[in-house]
């Protein structure tokens, strides 16, 4: 093997291909030099009791920047994403400006070469995401740009859609929906049900997604490209995406950890800390999103980090902006709440969100010899409380502070750099 300079030594490595106990050894070009038992050389980064697995990707984290660097910046959550066991995350194009143009996506490159995990923006579907115009998809995707997305809103008129699917289709990318009707969904804060009945706060019916996923999937089988279903969070969703791949239909999806831990009830605090978009749901919702999960229905768990500064938070549920944050918190909630084994959580915390953001050349591969050492070190029998303060994100607007986790990152690199090392950020 290559000389190493670092070996991970006592753990047992985990992917797609099974697991078996192994030392990991790491050459000095950022490769795996070799996979094996008794390996030595430079220094040894101690994983007993620990899962070693290709490192974590986020379909969907907000990293506010350009615009909005007093929420976050890439810098800061891309810290929060190597705590979390992230390697690569694709950041949302939902900026200011909005990632619609190859020049913001460079300039979203040149901030992120110095991360600690990569990031890939998504650009946007249609110019400023106003749903009128599409944006100049070839040109951001001539830099790399996989997955496209209005984020935050959805494309509502079907033509332009359609004709954004073909688009897509010819260039190789795949476009990624957030799936709103606004005409049912607008004046709505949380979601439409008893809860919203008892609380005075307008809803969102359940029927404003599923119409939109509805509506995307018969696309989908007009124009036969890929879509991407971002954060499903409604039984009837899930039903939907189940019946389509069944059909044989390119769809794929994705939940976000706070639609399989919390339900609509947790609003009547008023807090707006649980005022997410979409919203939470029902229990009946928690448990559809699950077994979607489970089956294989949902491919991947994905963040939905959604930074945003205490002061704004601190508004009116009414008036705060949705979203929380997750980096750092989906690993444990998803270990500690769907009772999967760890190799199937791995799966949707790691090589499926990889082929969907189409990273797997680099993320999400095989522990084998000669691949990128983007890699993660998971002590999965390791409580701790959530701290929102020792966050790393510039953010703290997390619901799940105070709430003792099981499962923890102790070692994530990226290209072989150490980038954290028991649990605390290197850099």
């Not at 907000?62 to 909005?68: D, I, Y």
């Not at 800061?76 to 995350?89: D, N």
């Not at 707006?272 to 749901?281: A, D, E, I, T």
Request: proline share 6%.
């Amino acid at each position: 093997m290559a000389d190493a300079t670092l070996v991970l030594k006592g753990g047992r490595v985990v992917d797609e291909a099974g697991s078996r106990d192994a030392d990991v050894a790491i050459a000095a070009d950022g490769t795996i030099a070799a996979v094996g038992p008794g390996l030595d050389g430079g220094r040894v980064l101690d994983c007993s009791g620990c899962v070693v697995g290709p490192g974590l990707v986020d379909l969907h984290s907000h990293l506010r920047q350009p615009g909005l660097e007093e929420a976050e910046t890439i810098e800061t959550g891309s810290r929060a994403a190597a705590l979390g066991g992230y390697t690569a995350v694709v950041a949302m194009p939902n900026t200011t400006p909005a990632i619609d143009s190859a020049g913001v996506v460079r300039e979203v490159l040149e901030l992120a070469r110095t991360a600690l995990c990569d990031v890939h923006p998504a650009g946007a579907i249609t110019k400023e995401r106003a749903g009128t115009e599409l944006a100049p998809m070839a040109e951001m995707a001539a830099l790399g740009v996989r997955l496209f997305t209005d984020d935050g809103a959805g494309v509502q008129d079907s033509r332009l859609m359609r004709r954004a699917l073909e688009y897509a289709s010819a260039l190789g990318v795949t476009l990624a929906q957030h799936c709103e009707d606004a005409g049912l969904s607008t004046g709505g804060y949380m979601h439409e049900g008893e809860w919203s009945s008892r609380l005075g706060i307008p809803g969102q019916p359940a029927e404003a997604e599923e119409l939109m996923v509805a509506r995307d999937i018969a696309l989908c089988r007009l124009t036969k490209a890929p879509v991407h279903f971002l954060h499903l969070s409604t039984a009837g969703s899930v039903a939907l995406v189940r019946a389509a791949r069944a059909e044989g239909l390119p769809v794929t999806a994705e939940a976000a950890p706070h639609h399989f831990t919390l339900t609509d009830a947790a609003v009547a605090t008023y807090d707006p800390v649980f005022k997410v978009h979409p919203p939470l749901r029902t229990d009946v919702d928690v448990a559809a999103v699950k077994a979607g999960l489970t089956d294989g229905t949902i491919d991947a768990i994905a963040t939905d980090h959604a930074p945003h500064t205490l002061e704004s938070k601190e508004a009116a549920f009414d008036e705060a902006p949705p979203g929380m944050i997750g980096l750092e918190t989906a690993l444990p909630l998803a270990l500690g709440e769907l009772g999967l084994p760890i190799e199937a959580v791995l799966g949707l915390l790691s090589w499926r969100p990889a082929r969907i953001a189409g990273l797997a050349d680099a993320h999400g591969g095989p522990v084998v010899e000669g691949r990128r050492a983007n890699l993660c070190v998971i002590d999965p029998a390791a409580t701790w409380v959530v701290d929102a303060a020792a966050m790393a994100s510039r953010s703290r607007n997390t619901p799940y502070a105070g709430r003792k986790v099981t499962g923890r990152v102790r070692h994530t690199l990226l290209r072989g750099e150490p980038v954290v090392v028991d649990a605390e950020a290197q850099r």
